[in-house]
């Protein structure tokens, strides 16, 4: 079965320092997508990257950027330079291709706090 | 302005009541999605919808239907509304599937007492 397992349920940061958020996942399919999610107290899901099982070069995305090691089944997303604005919830996500196309699943998401 | 609309934002029903929330996109996306928020349990995913006339079960379908008659439009439907379906609903849409950018709507906030 597919699952995707994020470790950190909260995390502080220091304003201006890099932040990484970890995330495992688990499937069979060979095609698959990892992305992550942004959710604001404020309650809206912001999409911030996704990265193709095929990729070979880790996604990046302005200051976000995914660190895809295949082998070990991890989608780390690193937040460089972190600002007030990026405390938030975050969540992982996968979609396999093999079988259902349009199926995502999520982690259960890590709090961000950045501190001034 | 490109945009996921849903409708009613926030309401508190009872059990056995009949509902929709309805889930309107105006960017011609061909993806869409229904998805519950719980806490401590994250997101999971009810239905989607690759095209008009297509759809398919998510990881969580039980009491709930959908259809997809038009392009933008995909609402969810709660024909017999249980306390457990008590929760926060995100519809979501993309241009062809997961790999593209998926634009959420502002969520529904139900309460089934």
């Known amino acids: 079965a597919q699952k995707i397992t994020q470790t950190q349920p909260g995390m502080f940061v220091q304003e201006k320092e890099a932040v990484t958020l970890d995330c495992t996942y688990d499937?069979?399919?060979?095609?698959?997508?990892l992305f992550w999610y942004k959710q604001p107290s404020s309650g809206e899901m912001i999409f911030l990257i996704y990265?193709?099982?095929?990729?070979?070069q880790n996604a990046t995305e302005g200051r976000y950027s995914l660190n895809f090691q295949k082998a070990r089944k991890s989608a780390n997303l690193v937040i460089s330079a972190s600002q007030l604005g990026d405390s938030a919830m975050y969540f992982c996500a996968m979609s396999a291709y093999g079988g259902s196309q349009g199926n995502l699943i999520f982690g259960k998401g890590t709090k961000l706090s950045v501190k001034p | 302005e490109a945009q996921v609309t849903q409708n009613p934002r926030y309401l508190i029903t009872v059990t056995g009541k009949k509902l929709t929330v309805t889930c309107s996109q105006n960017m011609n996306h061909e993806y869409m999605s229904w998805y519950r928020q719980d806490p401590g349990l994250g997101l999971r995913q009810i239905y989607y919808s690759m095209n008009v006339e297509v759809t398919d079960k998510g990881d969580v379908p039980e009491g709930y239907k959908v259809s997809r008659k038009e392009k933008r439009n995909f609402p969810l439907i709660l024909e017999s509304p249980s306390p457990n379906q008590t929760s926060l609903y995100f519809c979501a849409s993309s241009l062809w599937g997961l790999t593209d950018t998926q634009y959420f709507g502002p969520g529904t906030r139900l309460t089934v007492l």
């Open positions: 990265q193709g099982s095929y990729d070979e």
């Open positions: 499937t069979s399919d060979q095609s698959y997508g």
